[in-house]
């Protein structure tokens, strides 16, 4: 049967339970998302950028 016919053939059933990872363009590969590096983010600064670039464009 053609995709036409069948459009939900091949597709997640329940596409927010699907894993997740982060492309690699150097490895061309898939890899899981290193956690380490999310908990060093600076949230406050990056708070601050996001505001900021919201009253650029006029959004806040």
């Keep these: 049967m053609s995709k036409i016919n069948n459009p ?3 597709k997640e ?10 492309y690699t363009p150097e490895a061309g590969t ?13 949230w406050d600064a990056f708070r601050k950028d996001i505001i900021e670039l919201l009253k650029e464009d006029g959004l806040m």
């Excluded at 059933?13 to 982060?22: F, I, L, M």
């Design 8 to 10: 939900n053939k091949g």
């Design 13 to 22: 059933k329940y596409p927010h339970e699907a894993e997740t990872k982060d």
């Design 30 to 42: 898939f890899e899981e998302p290193n956690i380490e590096e999310v908990d060093d983010i600076d």
